[in-house]
């Protein structure tokens, strides 16, 4: 275990018309040549509730501008529509091989969490990265309490970048940043109760070297006996004990994809940007986590406002 610590004194579009909420129905069989026009496959893994969620987010905005979609599992991606104008949409990894072994040439949008890579994009294929800037996290901790000075945050060869970025910010913001490094898991709650020791707020980010199924819990647990805040990435972080996060729910996921594609297709079929990221946040708090450690939080719509008017500062 190796810890670095640093410390320091981030005409109208079609996609904007009247939203319709239609059924959602995951589709199986083959259907040919099914009429004329734009029509998007989305395709996802059944297993996961945000992907059927964004899923149908994604259907609800772009038949409401017109542009038929169908929702298929990774299963039947073989057995997936074929009409003239077809572009995919993949969410998730799972999605991604499917389309791959699937070894058909079409438009793609892929959705992940984090920015894919060594992907050959072309003017038919970009990413829409789902992961919230982690500057984002900082004036999220200001909008929650004046009074913290430093920030711990554990990174390994998967968040280097992002702690770099986070430090730029945090002296932005006027934070102390202590940036620990994790090279294994071996002696990581060790290193995290130093972190924790040290600071006023632990700041966790998506790196599945560090917070991952085994380790999460007793991150938590352990944050929390030493009285301790977390900040999550995802609502799912904080249902499960972190006391707020900033993330891109399934609504907002859908309705940038959708915006994507009908950009997409007015553009001659061809995107405009290999990447793309959310133009829009939202925020989760765990009041009841927040009230156990004895702090007293703004209202999740407050913590939203705090943050955009310090980001356009």
């Known amino acids: 275990m190796v810890s670095l610590v640093i410390r320091f004194a981030f005409s109208t579009p079609r996609w904007m018309k009247l939203i319709v909420i239609l059924p959602v129905f995951l589709l199986s069989g083959t ?61 998730g990894n799972a999605a991604a091989s499917a389309y791959k072994a699937h070894e058909v040439d079409a438009p793609v949008l892929f959705i992940s969490n984090k920015k894919l890579q060594n992907t050959r994009f072309t003017s038919a294929k970009a990413n829409l990265v789902l992961e919230q800037p982690v500057c984002r996290d900082v004036p999220l901790i200001k909008a929650m309490d004046q009074d913290w000075e430093s920030i711990a945050f554990l990174s390994s060869i998967n968040s280097i970048e992002r702690a770099s970025d986070l430090t730029r910010c945090a002296i932005e913001y006027g934070f102390d940043i202590q940036v620990y490094a994790i090279t294994n898991d071996t002696d990581l709650l060790k290193t995290l109760e130093m972190a924790i020791e040290d600071n006023d707020v632990l700041l966790a980010v998506a790196d599945p070297l560090i917070y991952n199924s085994r380790t999460v819990k007793n ?22 004990g972190a006391i707020a996060a900033v993330y891109t729910s399934a609504n907002s996921a859908g309705e940038r994809a959708a915006q994507i594609i009908s950009d997409f297709i007015d553009n001659n079929w061809q995107f405009k940007s290999k990447v793309y990221y959310p133009t829009d946040f939202s925020v989760r708090t765990n009041y009841q986590v927040a009230k156990s450690l004895g702090i007293s939080l703004p209202d999740d719509e407050t913590l939203h406002n705090k943050i955009m008017v310090m980001e356009h500062k």
């Open 31 to 91: 259907y040919a040549n099914a009429g004329q026009g734009e029509h998007i496959i989305i395709t996802i893994s059944p297993n996961s509730q945000f992907q059927l969620d964004t899923a149908a987010a994604i259907r609800k905005n772009l038949e409401a501008i017109d542009i038929r979609a169908s929702i298929i599992s990774t299963e039947n991606i073989n057995a997936s529509p074929a009409y003239a104008n077809t572009a995919y949409i993949l969410i």
């Open 219 to 240: 991150i938590l647990l352990t944050s929390y006996r030493r009285r301790k805040p977390v900040i999550g990435y995802s609502d799912n972080f904080v249902d499960a």
